[in-house]
Antibody
Framework: QVQLKESGPGLVQPSQTLSLTCTVS????????VHWVRQPPGKGLEWVGA???????DYNSALKSRLSISRDTSKSQVFLKMNSLQTEDTAIYFC????????WGQGVMVTVSS | DIVLTQSPATLSVTPGESVSLSCRAS??????IHWYQQKSNESPRLLIK???QSISGIPSRFSGSGSGTDFTLSINRVESEDFSVYYC?????????FGSGTKLEIK
């Protein structure tokens, strides 16, 4: 059974760094890509970036300078780090599988506020 | 970046009606379009992939069509559980992009 679960702090101060973890089960990170998608409150979906089965990464160009995605295959975990957070980064952050986003985690709400 | 334009933004229908939701791409993307349903306070759920491929566990009243730049999600005889927001997304090229969504509401 495929499962994904996001975890991380619910509140981050402006200019600080966000660190999120996506813990997966039921599939292999070396055979599937994992993506991060975010959704500001009341708004639509935005692709953040991805780590591919071979370990390479791609990012939304608007976030690229602040963003890093990595993984630990032994722990079945994917990590997102975003620095210099602003209020506009307040959103639910989801991790998903594959470019068709076949499966989604429950999401984690991140609020950027002092 | 490929822009996806969904229309209408809101669609008001009576249960039992059949509806079509539109997604138009800013350039040709073959059939690399996927549809998601998002109910309030839930994660999105994949409904249709690659324009018309059905997904296991998704009711057969959902179907998709189109290629190139124009795509349609059809719901045959809308049921009460279908009232939610629908998004299209393209995987033809990076960055992956989503449409702004169509909200299906009860008339």
């Amino acid at each position: 059974q495929v499962q994904l679960k996001e975890s991380g702090p619910g509140l981050v101060q402006p200019s600080q760094t966000l660190s999120l973890t996506c813990t997966v089960s039921g599939f292999s990170l070396t055979s599937n890509s994992v993506h991060w998608v975010r959704q500001p409150p009341g708004k639509g979906l935005e692709w953040v970036g991805a780590i591919w089965s071979g370990g390479s990464t791609d990012y939304n160009s608007a976030l690229k300078s602040r963003l890093s995605i990595s993984r630990d295959t032994s722990k079945s975990q994917v990590f997102l780090k975003m620095n210099s957070l602003q209020t506009e980064d307040t959103a639910i952050y989801f991790c998903t599988i594959g470019t068709t986003h076949d499966y989604w985690g429950q999401g984690v709400m991140v609020t950027v506020s002092s | 970046d490929i822009v996806l334009t969904q229309s209408p933004a809101t669609l008001s229908v009576t249960p039992g009606e059949s509806v079509s939701l539109s997604c138009r791409a800013s350039q040709g993307i073959s059939t690399s379009i996927h549809w998601y349903q998002q109910k309030s306070n839930e994660s999105p759920r994949l409904l249709i992939k690659f324009a018309s491929q059905s997904i296991s566990g998704i009711p057969s009243r959902f179907s998709g069509s189109g290629s190139g730049t124009d795509f349609t999600l059809s719901i045959n005889r809308v049921e009460s559980e279908d009232f939610s927001v629908y998004y299209c997304q393209q995987s033809y090229s990076l960055p992956l992009t989503f449409g702004s969504g169509t909200k299906l509401e009860i008339k």
